[in-house]
């Protein structure tokens, strides 16, 4: 592919975002912050921009990519008529971190945003530099995470120059984003039930609060299955180049099998890396430790998840251990596990 020039707007000024989203309009793709993480966006109704994505990125075509929109009004052209379900989903948590699958409009996005699916994924980003672009090129933006398919999601702009510098033409820096996973995809079948088909930024918790009548439904094993429902959830995801595996268990039997492995292998040579609570940082001795916060605040570790990975990655680690606490099923804990787990491939240690 062409090599591009790609252009860091700061945000400082006014001209900048409005740059920005001129390029979007004229079929630019451009990566911005979202609460997220950053995204990479086009003009979800113009399939030649839609297709640089892809390339960009690296990603299979059969898995379709979340459209954003800044305000209400710009769903009635995306979509069909929509449960009162759906539209109390809206009223309570957008702008926020949930995408709602819905019917899609036939012609109203180009065919490559849904992976010819019958139905869209939308969402209204809570960030006031994604909402204020978005509102500015006036299109609806399809974005998925803006990096290399199969590595960690970006959540600073130098993360998405990292992967994407000259293959995109312009990333808007917003600084770090705010909860680090992505968002919580739903699917809803008529009024009475939510199905989540990606666990992420709004917890289970937060939709069994504000729907106590409606049932929730979140089956692990759909994740793992070969045909999943949200089709991204089959391909090797947010993985650093070292390998990766989680270890489970009791505190103190986990601390062993970390410091035993990790000397074994620090004395073939091998380059180690321990992602740990800070709790218990002193208690590893690998080439490089990071902290994922304190155990007691999870969305701590899920603020950081990815900027380690991608952190052991640039000092060339080759083997890394991650703690994985035993309080992992719940609020953001389920959504942090589910991004560990395929960060390791599905590669985790009890002891
Ligand atoms: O937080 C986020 O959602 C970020 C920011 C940029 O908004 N975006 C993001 O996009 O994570 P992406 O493309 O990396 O992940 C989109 C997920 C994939 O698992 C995809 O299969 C699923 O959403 N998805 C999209 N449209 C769908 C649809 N119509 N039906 C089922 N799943 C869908
Ligand atoms: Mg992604």
């Given at each position: 592919m062409k090599m591009l020039t790609t252009t860091i707007w700061k945000?400082?000024?006014?001209?900048s975002l409005q740059e920005a989203a001129s390029l979007l309009r004229e079929g630019g793709l451009v990566a911005f912050p979202t609460e997220t993480v950053y995204g990479l966006g086009?003009?979800?109704?113009?399939s030649s921009a839609v297709a640089r994505i892809f390339e960009a990125k690296g990603r299979p075509s059969d898995n379709p990519l979340i459209v954003h929109i800044?305000?209400?009004?710009?769903l009635d052209e995306l979509v069909l008529p929509y449960s009162d379900l759906a539209a109390a989903l809206m009223a309570k948590f957008?702008?926020?971190p949930l995408t709602i699958v819905l019917p899609a409009k036939s012609d109203a996005l180009s065919p490559l945003v849904t992976a010819n699916l019958a139905t869209v994924g939308v969402r209204m980003p809570d960030h006031n530099l994604a909402l204020e672009l978005i509102a500015l090129a006036d299109c609806p933006v399809a974005a998925p995470s803006?990096?290399?398919?199969?590595?960690p999601s970006p959540t600073c702009a130098e993360h998405v120059l990292e992967d994407l510098s000259g293959r995109i033409d312009g990333v808007v820096d917003g600084g770090a984003t705010g909860v680090g996973l992505e968002s919580t995809v739903v699917e809803l079948e008529g009024d009475h039930a939510i199905r989540i088909l990606r666990p992420g930024g709004l917890t289970q918790a937060e939709l069994r609060q504000a729907f106590p009548k409606v049932q929730i439904i979140y089956e692990e094993s759909d994740q793992l299955e070969q045909a999943p429902r949200s089709p991204g959830m089959k391909y090797v995801h947010y993985a650093p180049q070292g390998e990766l595996q989680l270890v489970q268990g009791e505190t103190s039997n986990v601390i062993e099998y970390i410091r035993a492995q990790s000397r074994l292998a620090k004395e073939r040579g091998v380059k180690t890396g321990v992602l740990a609570f800070e709790e218990r940082l002193d208690q590893y001795e690998a080439d490089m430790v990071q902290s994922c916060g304190s155990e007691l605040r999870l969305e701590e570790a899920a603020h950081r998840l990815y900027a380690a990975l991608r952190a052991f990655d640039a000092s060339g680690i080759q083997r890394i251990w991650a703690e994985c606490s035993l309080q992992t099923e719940y609020g953001i804990g389920e959504a942090l596990m589910n991004r560990m787990l395929k960060a390791a491939g599905n590669c985790i240690k009890q002891v």
């Amino acid at each position: 592919m062409k090599m591009l020039t790609t252009t860091i707007w700061k945000v400082d000024q006014k001209e900048s975002l409005q740059e920005a989203a001129s390029l979007l309009r004229e079929g630019g793709l451009v990566a911005f912050p979202t609460e997220t993480v950053y995204g990479l966006g086009a003009d979800a109704r113009n399939s030649s921009a839609v297709a640089r994505i892809f390339e960009a990125k690296g990603r299979p075509s059969d898995n379709p990519l979340i459209v954003h929109i800044a305000k209400l009004e710009q769903l009635d052209e995306l979509v069909l008529p929509y449960s009162d379900l759906a539209a109390a989903l809206m009223a309570k948590f957008w702008p926020g971190p949930l995408t709602i699958v819905l019917p899609a409009k036939s012609d109203a996005l180009s065919p490559l945003v849904t992976a010819n699916l019958a139905t869209v994924g939308v969402r209204m980003p809570d960030h006031n530099l994604a909402l204020e672009l978005i509102a500015l090129a006036d299109c609806p933006v399809a974005a998925p995470s803006a990096n290399r398919s199969g590595r960690p999601s970006p959540t600073c702009a130098e993360h998405v120059l990292e992967d994407l510098s000259g293959r995109i033409d312009g990333v808007v820096d917003g600084g770090a984003t705010g909860v680090g996973l992505e968002s919580t995809v739903v699917e809803l079948e008529g009024d009475h039930a939510i199905r989540i088909l990606r666990p992420g930024g709004l917890t289970q918790a937060e939709l069994r609060q504000a729907f106590p009548k409606v049932q929730i439904i979140y089956e692990e094993s759909d994740q793992l299955e070969q045909a999943p429902r949200s089709p991204g959830m089959k391909y090797v995801h947010y993985a650093p180049q070292g390998e990766l595996q989680l270890v489970q268990g009791e505190t103190s039997n986990v601390i062993e099998y970390i410091r035993a492995q990790s000397r074994l292998a620090k004395e073939r040579g091998v380059k180690t890396g321990v992602l740990a609570f800070e709790e218990r940082l002193d208690q590893y001795e690998a080439d490089m430790v990071q902290s994922c916060g304190s155990e007691l605040r999870l969305e701590e570790a899920a603020h950081r998840l990815y900027a380690a990975l991608r952190a052991f990655d640039a000092s060339g680690i080759q083997r890394i251990w991650a703690e994985c606490s035993l309080q992992t099923e719940y609020g953001i804990g389920e959504a942090l596990m589910n991004r560990m787990l395929k960060a390791a491939g599905n590669c985790i240690k009890q002891v």
